[in-house]
Protein backbone atom coordinates (compact mmCIF):
# COMPACT_ATOMS: atom_id res chain seq x y z
CA UNK A 1 0.00 0.00 0.00
CA UNK A 2 1.44 3.38 -1.12
CA UNK A 3 0.64 6.81 0.21
CA UNK A 4 2.01 10.38 -0.02
CA UNK A 5 4.13 12.06 2.99
CA UNK A 6 6.58 14.33 4.32
CA UNK A 7 10.31 14.15 6.80
CA UNK A 8 9.92 15.51 9.42
CA UNK A 9 11.63 15.34 13.60
CA UNK A 10 10.01 13.94 15.61
CA UNK A 11 9.40 16.61 17.70
CA UNK A 12 7.32 19.50 16.49
CA UNK A 13 9.11 21.84 14.64
CA UNK A 14 9.69 25.00 16.77
CA UNK A 15 9.72 28.45 15.21
CA UNK A 16 11.63 30.36 17.55
CA UNK A 17 10.06 34.08 18.47
CA UNK A 18 9.56 36.65 21.31
CA UNK A 19 5.50 37.74 22.50
CA UNK A 20 5.92 41.74 20.79
CA UNK A 21 7.27 40.43 18.13
CA UNK A 22 5.79 43.38 16.39
CA UNK A 23 7.90 45.49 18.11
CA UNK A 24 11.10 44.41 18.20
CA UNK A 25 14.25 43.85 16.10
CA UNK A 26 16.89 41.71 15.60
CA UNK A 27 20.38 42.85 16.73
CA UNK A 28 22.43 40.01 16.49
CA UNK A 29 21.81 36.11 14.87
CA UNK A 30 24.80 33.90 17.06
CA UNK A 31 23.46 30.76 14.54
CA UNK A 32 23.70 29.51 11.17
CA UNK A 33 21.10 27.17 9.55
CA UNK A 34 22.30 23.83 10.14
CA UNK A 35 23.98 24.39 13.23
CA UNK A 36 23.14 22.23 16.46
CA UNK A 37 22.46 24.40 19.84
CA UNK A 38 21.48 23.24 23.35
CA UNK A 39 19.21 24.10 25.56
CA UNK A 40 18.95 27.33 26.42
CA UNK A 41 21.74 29.18 23.97
CA UNK A 42 21.73 31.80 22.78
CA UNK A 43 19.35 32.19 19.64
CA UNK A 44 19.80 35.94 18.93
CA UNK A 45 19.64 39.56 20.53
CA UNK A 46 17.20 42.01 20.12
CA UNK A 47 17.65 45.74 19.73
CA UNK A 48 18.14 47.33 23.32
CA UNK A 49 20.24 44.17 25.20
CA UNK A 50 23.26 46.58 25.13
CA UNK A 51 21.55 49.20 27.02
CA UNK A 52 19.95 46.31 29.42
CA UNK A 53 23.60 44.90 30.28
CA UNK A 54 24.98 47.97 31.49
CA UNK A 55 21.96 48.39 33.47
CA UNK A 56 22.49 45.32 35.08
CA UNK A 57 26.33 45.91 35.57
CA UNK A 58 25.59 48.75 37.72
CA UNK A 59 22.98 46.59 39.66
CA UNK A 60 25.64 44.60 40.88
CA UNK A 61 28.14 47.38 41.11
CA UNK A 62 25.42 48.46 43.48
CA UNK A 63 25.19 44.97 45.42
CA UNK A 64 28.89 44.90 45.90
CA UNK A 65 28.44 48.56 47.31
CA UNK A 66 25.38 47.82 49.72
CA UNK A 67 27.48 44.54 51.19
CA UNK A 68 30.49 46.68 51.83
CA UNK A 69 28.34 49.19 53.79
CA UNK A 70 26.62 46.22 55.08
CA UNK A 71 29.91 44.60 56.40
CA UNK A 72 31.10 48.00 57.49
CA UNK A 73 27.90 48.79 59.54
CA UNK A 74 28.01 44.76 61.00
CA UNK A 75 32.40 46.21 62.14
CA UNK A 76 31.14 49.19 63.66
CA UNK A 77 30.58 51.51 60.95
CA UNK A 78 33.78 52.42 60.24
CA UNK A 79 36.67 52.08 58.36
CA UNK A 80 39.38 49.14 59.30
CA UNK A 81 42.04 51.93 58.44
CA UNK A 82 40.10 54.54 60.33
CA UNK A 83 40.52 52.25 63.97
CA UNK A 84 43.86 51.88 63.09
CA UNK A 85 44.25 55.44 62.87
CA UNK A 86 42.39 55.85 66.17
CA UNK A 87 44.16 53.33 67.69
CA UNK A 88 47.62 55.25 66.76
CA UNK A 89 46.01 58.41 68.06
CA UNK A 90 45.76 57.08 71.64
CA UNK A 91 49.10 55.26 71.04
CA UNK A 92 50.55 58.43 70.11
CA UNK A 93 49.19 60.68 73.63
CA UNK A 94 50.22 57.65 75.73
CA UNK A 95 53.98 58.29 74.26
CA UNK A 96 53.36 61.37 74.97
CA UNK A 97 52.19 61.31 78.79
CA UNK A 98 54.82 58.61 79.28
CA UNK A 99 57.79 61.50 78.04
CA UNK A 100 55.82 64.52 79.61
CA UNK A 101 55.91 62.67 82.64
CA UNK A 102 59.78 62.00 82.59
CA UNK A 103 60.32 65.39 81.83
CA UNK A 104 58.04 66.93 84.78
CA UNK A 105 59.65 64.57 86.67
CA UNK A 106 63.33 65.55 86.19
CA UNK A 107 62.11 69.10 86.59
CA UNK A 108 60.59 68.68 89.95
CA UNK A 109 63.87 66.70 90.63
CA UNK A 110 65.69 69.59 89.92
CA UNK A 111 63.54 72.25 92.21
CA UNK A 112 63.86 69.58 95.23
CA UNK A 113 67.23 69.84 94.41
CA UNK A 114 67.61 73.68 94.19
CA UNK A 115 64.96 74.19 97.55
CA UNK A 116 67.38 71.14 99.85
CA UNK A 117 70.13 73.65 98.64
CA UNK A 118 68.62 76.81 99.40
CA UNK A 119 67.20 75.79 102.45
CA UNK A 120 70.10 74.47 103.96
CA UNK A 121 71.80 77.44 103.31
CA UNK A 122 69.40 80.17 104.66
CA UNK A 123 69.57 78.01 107.88
CA UNK A 124 73.38 78.23 107.85
CA UNK A 125 72.59 82.19 107.44
CA UNK A 126 70.46 82.10 110.52
CA UNK A 127 72.94 80.64 112.77
CA UNK A 128 75.73 83.70 111.70
CA UNK A 129 73.48 86.02 111.65
CA UNK A 130 72.31 85.08 115.28
CA UNK A 131 75.90 85.43 115.95
CA UNK A 132 76.93 88.42 114.11
CA UNK A 133 79.18 86.97 111.48
CA UNK A 134 77.54 88.35 108.65
CA UNK A 135 75.17 91.36 107.53
CA UNK A 136 71.36 91.06 107.88
CA UNK A 137 70.89 91.82 104.28
CA UNK A 138 72.73 88.41 103.39
CA UNK A 139 70.20 86.61 105.45
CA UNK A 140 67.50 88.44 103.79
CA UNK A 141 69.21 87.30 100.15
CA UNK A 142 68.82 83.42 101.54
CA UNK A 143 65.70 83.58 102.65
CA UNK A 144 64.30 85.07 99.47
CA UNK A 145 66.20 82.52 97.33
CA UNK A 146 64.54 80.12 100.09
CA UNK A 147 60.73 81.27 99.28
CA UNK A 148 61.80 81.44 95.62
CA UNK A 149 62.60 77.51 95.97
CA UNK A 150 59.97 76.86 97.62
CA UNK A 151 57.61 78.35 95.02
CA UNK A 152 59.49 76.65 92.12
CA UNK A 153 59.24 73.38 93.46
CA UNK A 154 55.09 73.64 93.90
CA UNK A 155 54.97 75.11 90.59
CA UNK A 156 56.65 72.02 88.87
CA UNK A 157 54.75 69.71 91.16
CA UNK A 158 51.11 72.03 89.74
CA UNK A 159 52.81 71.57 86.00
CA UNK A 160 53.41 68.04 86.28
CA UNK A 161 50.26 67.04 87.80
CA UNK A 162 48.25 69.54 85.01
CA UNK A 163 50.19 67.92 82.19
CA UNK A 164 49.31 64.18 83.23
CA UNK A 165 45.78 65.73 84.15
CA UNK A 166 45.12 67.17 80.24
CA UNK A 167 47.01 63.69 78.65
CA UNK A 168 44.91 61.27 80.63
CA UNK A 169 41.67 63.43 79.42
CA UNK A 170 42.67 63.06 76.10
CA UNK A 171 43.29 59.81 76.26
CA UNK A 172 40.58 58.63 77.78
CA UNK A 173 38.46 60.48 75.15
CA UNK A 174 40.03 58.85 72.55
CA UNK A 175 39.33 56.12 74.03
CA UNK A 176 35.80 56.40 74.37
CA UNK A 177 36.03 57.82 70.51
CA UNK A 178 37.45 53.87 69.79
CA UNK A 179 34.45 52.38 71.66
CA UNK A 180 32.19 54.50 69.52
CA UNK A 181 33.85 54.17 66.25
CA UNK A 182 33.34 50.03 66.98
CA UNK A 183 30.14 50.30 68.28
CA UNK A 184 27.44 48.15 66.11
CA UNK A 185 24.09 49.64 66.09
CA UNK A 186 21.19 46.91 64.88
CA UNK A 187 19.08 49.56 63.43
CA UNK A 188 21.79 50.74 60.99
CA UNK A 189 22.69 46.91 60.29
CA UNK A 190 19.03 46.28 59.82
CA UNK A 191 18.90 49.13 57.30
CA UNK A 192 21.93 48.17 55.42
CA UNK A 193 20.52 44.33 55.17
CA UNK A 194 17.11 46.02 53.83
CA UNK A 195 19.19 47.93 51.35
CA UNK A 196 21.19 44.95 50.36
CA UNK A 197 18.00 43.06 49.81
CA UNK A 198 16.81 45.89 47.40
CA UNK A 199 20.06 46.24 45.81
CA UNK A 200 19.55 42.17 44.55
CA UNK A 201 16.23 42.51 43.64
CA UNK A 202 17.51 45.39 41.40
CA UNK A 203 19.81 42.90 39.87
CA UNK A 204 17.04 40.06 39.45
CA UNK A 205 15.00 42.67 37.65
CA UNK A 206 17.95 43.81 35.34
CA UNK A 207 18.54 40.26 34.70
CA UNK A 208 14.84 39.36 33.52
CA UNK A 209 14.68 42.79 31.57
CA UNK A 210 18.11 41.27 29.68
CA UNK A 211 16.59 38.34 29.29
CA UNK A 212 13.62 39.40 27.41
CA UNK A 213 16.04 40.51 23.91
CA UNK A 214 17.99 37.50 24.65
CA UNK A 215 16.41 34.55 22.56
CA UNK A 216 17.31 31.27 23.49
CA UNK A 217 16.65 27.82 22.20
CA UNK A 218 13.89 25.94 24.57
CA UNK A 219 15.48 22.56 23.67
CA UNK A 220 18.37 21.52 22.02
CA UNK A 221 18.08 20.62 18.11
CA UNK A 222 19.26 21.71 15.11
CA UNK A 223 18.45 25.53 12.98
CA UNK A 224 16.68 24.36 10.57
CA UNK A 225 15.46 28.04 8.98
CA UNK A 226 16.79 31.71 9.70
CA UNK A 227 13.67 33.86 9.33
CA UNK A 228 14.29 36.89 10.46
CA UNK A 229 18.22 39.04 9.06
CA UNK A 230 19.86 41.40 11.53
CA UNK A 231 18.52 44.51 11.34
CA UNK A 232 15.11 43.47 10.45
CA UNK A 233 11.77 43.57 12.68
CA UNK A 234 11.12 39.91 13.70
CA UNK A 235 8.63 38.14 10.99
CA UNK A 236 5.69 37.94 13.27
CA UNK A 237 4.41 34.43 11.21
CA UNK A 238 7.31 32.87 11.09
CA UNK A 239 9.57 33.90 14.37
CA UNK A 240 13.48 34.35 13.78
CA UNK A 241 14.08 30.76 13.31
CA UNK A 242 13.01 26.85 12.74
CA UNK A 243 14.23 24.65 15.34
CA UNK A 244 14.03 20.74 15.85
CA UNK A 245 15.24 17.68 17.23
CA UNK A 246 16.81 16.27 14.17
CA UNK A 247 18.69 13.50 16.05
CA UNK A 248 15.26 11.06 15.50
CA UNK A 249 13.35 11.91 12.27
CA UNK A 250 10.04 10.80 10.98
CA UNK A 251 7.79 10.28 8.01
CA UNK A 252 4.37 11.43 8.49
CA UNK A 253 2.14 9.80 6.05
CA UNK A 254 -1.54 10.11 4.65
CA UNK A 255 -2.90 7.00 4.10
CA UNK A 256 -6.58 7.08 2.93
CA UNK A 257 -9.51 6.44 5.41
CA UNK A 258 -10.61 3.28 2.34
CA UNK A 259 -7.12 1.97 3.60
CA UNK A 260 -6.46 2.35 7.14
CA UNK A 261 -7.35 -0.76 8.20
CA UNK A 262 -4.84 -2.25 6.60
CA UNK A 263 -2.17 -0.13 8.58
CA UNK A 264 -0.75 -1.48 11.84
CA UNK A 265 1.85 -0.40 14.57
CA UNK A 266 5.31 -2.17 13.84
CA UNK A 267 5.04 -3.11 9.97
CA UNK A 268 7.93 -2.46 7.71
CA UNK A 269 8.31 0.65 5.59
CA UNK A 270 10.02 1.59 2.56
CA UNK A 271 10.20 4.89 2.06
CA UNK A 272 11.69 6.44 -1.24
CA UNK A 273 12.42 10.25 -2.20
CA UNK A 274 9.26 12.09 -4.72
CA UNK A 275 12.07 13.99 -6.55
CA UNK A 276 15.14 12.44 -5.82
CA UNK A 277 16.21 14.16 -2.42
CA UNK A 278 17.84 10.98 -1.89
CA UNK A 279 19.08 8.44 -3.87
CA UNK A 280 18.36 5.29 -2.10
CA UNK A 281 14.91 4.43 -0.74
CA UNK A 282 14.43 4.78 3.37
CA UNK A 283 13.70 2.19 5.65
CA UNK A 284 11.40 2.21 9.01
CA UNK A 285 7.90 0.75 10.87
CA UNK A 286 4.90 2.13 11.32
CA UNK A 287 5.39 3.92 14.98
CA UNK A 288 1.76 5.83 15.59
CA UNK A 289 -1.20 5.74 13.80
CA UNK A 290 -3.71 8.92 14.25
CA UNK A 291 -7.18 8.66 15.93
CA UNK A 292 -8.96 11.58 13.54
CA UNK A 293 -10.26 12.00 9.69
CA UNK A 294 -8.80 14.72 8.26
CA UNK A 295 -8.21 16.25 4.50
CA UNK A 296 -5.43 15.65 2.57
CA UNK A 297 -2.10 18.18 2.49
CA UNK A 298 -0.06 16.41 -0.01
CA UNK A 299 0.38 15.79 -3.53
CA UNK A 300 -2.02 18.94 -4.57
CA UNK A 301 -5.08 20.85 -3.87
CA UNK A 302 -6.97 19.85 -0.48
CA UNK A 303 -9.80 18.37 -1.28
CA UNK A 304 -13.17 18.67 0.27
CA UNK A 305 -13.40 15.58 3.09
CA UNK A 306 -17.55 15.38 2.73
CA UNK A 307 -17.23 14.71 -1.09
CA UNK A 308 -14.89 13.25 -2.27
CA UNK A 309 -13.66 10.04 -0.02
CA UNK A 310 -10.17 9.76 -1.94
CA UNK A 311 -9.46 13.23 0.16
CA UNK A 312 -10.28 11.89 3.91
CA UNK A 313 -7.10 10.27 4.97
CA UNK A 314 -5.61 9.47 8.69
CA UNK A 315 -1.77 10.22 9.72
CA UNK A 316 0.17 7.26 9.87
CA UNK A 317 3.98 8.13 11.47
CA UNK A 318 6.60 6.50 10.58
CA UNK A 319 10.21 6.01 12.46
CA UNK A 320 13.11 5.78 10.53
CA UNK A 321 15.66 3.53 11.14
CA UNK A 322 18.73 5.27 12.73
CA UNK A 323 21.02 5.13 9.99
CA UNK A 324 18.02 6.46 7.40
CA UNK A 325 17.29 9.16 10.39
CA UNK A 326 20.97 10.89 10.24
CA UNK A 327 21.19 10.68 6.27
CA UNK A 328 17.65 13.02 6.47
CA UNK A 329 18.52 15.11 9.24
CA UNK A 330 18.87 17.93 6.66
CA UNK A 331 15.80 17.10 4.66
CA UNK A 332 12.62 18.61 6.98
CA UNK A 333 9.96 18.76 4.97
CA UNK A 334 10.91 16.73 1.80
CA UNK A 335 7.95 14.95 0.09
CA UNK A 336 8.51 11.31 0.03
CA UNK A 337 6.46 8.44 -1.38
CA UNK A 338 5.57 5.50 1.43
CA UNK A 339 4.80 2.17 0.61
CA UNK A 340 3.75 0.17 3.88
CA UNK A 341 3.71 -3.44 3.64
CA UNK A 342 0.80 -4.70 5.02
CA UNK A 343 1.88 -8.16 4.94
CA UNK A 344 4.63 -7.76 7.25
Known amino acids: MVALGRIEPEGEVIRLSVPNAADSRVNEIRVGEGDRVEAQQVIAVLQGAERRQADLSSAYALVRQRQA ?15 EAQRETIARLQAQMEAQRRQRQAAVEKAQAVLRESQTKYQRYQTLAAAGAIEQIELDVARRDYETAQADLALEQSTQEETEKTLAAQISEERARLTELSQVLPENVEIAAAQL ?3 QMQVSQSQADLDDVLVRAPVAGQILRINTQVGE ?22 VYETDIRRVSLGQPVKVTSEYGGVETD ?15 NFGGEEAD ?4 VNARVVTVKVRLDDEDSERVAALTGMQVRVAIDTDG
Open 69 to 83: ELAQQQNGNVKPAAL
Open 197 to 199: EQA
Open 233 to 254: QVNTQQGIVELAQTNQMMVIAE
Open 282 to 296: LTGTVDQIGLQIGKA
Open 305 to 308: PTQD
